[in-house]
């Protein structure tokens, strides 16, 4: 009979509107209090020492008197809650009961009907008889015992779990490990949304097998659409985040297809069948699909580095700078002075910081990178040793209309922190740099572009170690693509891809932040680091994906337009221009960019002469000296175009 009748005919012949009310008394019952499974254990070892010994009486046609009785029942239950006590096999919760259990039931009851032998043949009966008695003894009430928590066991997963309908998502497990087995036990067990219906997996010789009671399923992709039909899956569950990506052509397309769900367990350890970590379960997002394998990075050099320091972090309160915050609270520092402009999410990032990183020895601070008297209080009154410069504007399109408002922050702000920093003597100053300073098409990547420019030449005539590091797009990051599509997709659509064509690099937030320390650690002064930013995803796939994710189909669910490029967008983002080149790390993802080289006094005046022309709001006056400070700077979708004729 089908999964799905099979239930249905439960619940429609066996479950009256009586049982339905008592079974959900019976489902808020997490587990049997341990005094109550005490209890009924020794009522079934006494029932059992009872008939045991009374069959063996009677078999060999023995009386039995009221006084035997007696003598029996004090026995069994003074011998029984002894060895109950001492192997506490009450203590243990029945639904999560595993061979270990099996093993310490064996154990209490064998030390039970010893001790039951010796003396039921010193004051009750013969000592032939009390050993026959006790060996029958020790199987009967072994099997009430263990069949007392398999009946505990299958009405839980029949009944409460069962009783829960339509909020009970069937799902297959994808593979076979040990890891996956326990998985399965604790969805059996557990009073998650989620029940477990079998297993998936690339081994033949496991087809048609079961796994404590789940079958396994070899997975031919022709063929997974009837099996997922026959037991009616609504999901799949993967247990490792590399799984993910090695089924990316194959289940998860499947998946994607047929909008059938995927979750994924956080990369803990299970321990044993309890896995208190599966009610952690997530949907698998775009970000785990784009995302790559765990970046490792040397803890001991950062931490040698950190060590008693005290660090100074601008734009603390942004997508970058506050993970940077939170991976800092992982060393041994002395403190983190937190520098931003923005109220609300700093305010935000305190409560955080105070609630989930009580060890950490933080100061908030209100201010712009652009206020030198600020940015020098900071310097002269905390004493910062490490800076780590993520404060920056960082919309293209909104830097298109602003130019010398980004100029002021992205060039003058950098500059006062960077001087500040070598005014005070600072060991290390990291700036956080982007790919779009690689050929700049827009007033922002150019922007950056001079920030860097700058600070590695200043490098040349301080004793601060001056590092910058450089990557494209991090997913989630606020205003990043992938927000903005969830919000459309939640919304109904339609989707708004910028052209056909477009493509970006990607890199999650913890892995970006996790790079920047180590090449913040590595770096010596004057480098530009690159970080392996992997494969080039195309937006429209991306877009196309997400909302397959979401359970809807692209141009028939949610509709895709394509709105056009933006002022100073480009189809292609690059890590390094064509008269760069790079030179390996120690770091397998972080490579060093052989760029050419400035004269501080020159690069010193033209940043002077820049800042004051957007100081005066010269906008065609300062996008001309950005670009004849930065020659590669060609603008693209914008008014700006018109100005490259100007200085080539």
Not at 219 to 241: E, G, M, P, W
Not at 417 to 440: C, H, L, Q, W
Request: proline share 4%; charged share 20%.
């Amino acid at each position: 009979m089908n999964v799905k009748y099979k239930s249905m005919f439960w619940k429609h012949f066996f479950i009256n509107d009586k049982m339905s009310n008592w079974i959900d008394r019976l489902s808020t019952i997490k587990y049997l209090n341990r005094w109550i499974v005490l209890v009924l254990d020794t009522v079934l070892v006494v029932f059992s020492t009872i008939i045991s010994y009374s069959f063996t009486l009677y078999f060999f046609h023995k009386g039995f008197t009221f006084n035997d009785l007696i003598g029996l029942f004090c026995c069994s239950l003074s011998m029984g809650l002894l060895s109950f006590l001492a192997f506490r096999t009450y203590r243990g919760i029945i639904r999560y009961s595993t061979i270990h259990e099996m093993w310490r039931i064996l154990s209490a009851m064998f030390l039970r009907v010893v001790t039951q032998i010796f003396f039921i043949s010193v004051f009750l009966m013969p000592f032939p008889y009390a050993l026959l008695g006790g060996v029958l003894d020790f199987l009967l009430s072994t099997v009430l015992l263990v069949a007392f928590r398999a009946v505990v066991i299958n009405v839980y997963r029949r009944v409460v779990i069962q009783s829960k309908g339509k909020h009970v998502r069937s799902v297959f497990i994808y593979g076979h490990e040990g890891k996956c087995i326990s998985l399965g036990n604790s969805l059996l067990n557990g009073d998650l949304p989620y029940r477990a219906i079998g297993y998936l997996t690339h081994d033949k010789n496991l087809d048609g097998t079961n796994i404590g009671g789940l079958p396994v399923k070899y997975i031919r992709y022709n063929k997974l659409q009837d099996i997922f039909k026959k037991y009616s899956a609504t999901a799949v569950l993967f247990c490792d985040y590399a799984d993910v990506h090695f089924e990316e052509k194959g289940l998860v397309a499947f998946c994607l297809k047929n909008h059938v769900l995927m979750f994924m367990l956080p990369p803990f350890e299970l321990v044993d069948d309890n896995i208190s970590v599966a009610r952690h379960i997530k949907e698998v997002q775009i970000e785990d699909l784009l995302g790559r394998d765990e970046i490792l990075i040397n803890t001991d050099e950062i931490g040698n580095l950190l060590r008693d320091k005290i660090v100074l972090v601008t734009g603390a309160a942004g997508s970058i700078g506050s993970e940077i915050v939170r991976q800092l609270s992982r060393y041994p520092i002395k403190r983190v002075i937190l520098f931003d402009s923005a109220e609300t999410p700093m305010h935000n990032l305190v409560l955080e910081l105070r609630k989930k990183y009580t060890r950490l020895d933080f100061e908030a601070f209100i201010g712009d990178v652009r206020s030198k008297e600020r940015v020098n209080y900071l310097f002269s009154h905390l004493g910062p040793q490490i800076v780590f410069h993520a404060a920056a504007y960082k919309h293209v399109p909104l830097m298109e209309e602003n130019p010398c408002e980004a100029v002021l922050c992205n060039v003058y702000g950098t500059r006062q922190v960077a001087n500040a920093a070598d005014r005070y003597g600072i060991e290390k100053f990291v700036m956080i740099s982007t790919d779009k300073a690689v050929n700049p098409t827009n007033v922002m990547g150019s922007s950056k572009r001079i920030a860097e420019i700058y600070v590695q030449s200043l490098n040349k005539v301080s004793k601060t170690q001056f590092v910058t590091t450089r990557f494209g797009n991090v997913l989630g990051s606020n205003g990043s693509v992938i927000p903005l599509f969830r919000e459309q997709i939640r919304n109904g659509g339609p989707v708004t891809v910028t052209h056909p064509d477009i493509i970006r690099y990607f890199m999650t937030i913890p892995e970006a932040c996790r790079l920047v320390l180590e090449a913040g650690t590595i770096g010596k002064g004057g480098e530009i680091y690159v970080f392996d930013m992997g494969e080039p995803v195309k937006i429209l796939d991306l877009a196309k994906r997400m909302i397959e994710l979401a359970g809807l189909e692209p141009d028939k669910d949610i509709h895709i337009q394509f709105s056009g490029l933006r002022p100073g967008e480009k189809l292609y983002e690059e890590l390094l221009t064509e008269k760069e080149h790079t030179l390996p790390t120690n770091h397998p993802k972080i490579n060093v960019a052989m760029v050419r080289e400035y004269q501080f006094e020159e690069v010193s005046k033209d940043i002077s002469e820049l800042v004051a022309l957007a100081r005066a709001v010269k906008i065609p006056e300062t996008v001309l000296k950005m670009k004849a400070i930065v020659p590669e700077y060609i603008s693209q979708n914008s008014p700006f175009e018109k100005l490259d004729k100007c200085v080539r």
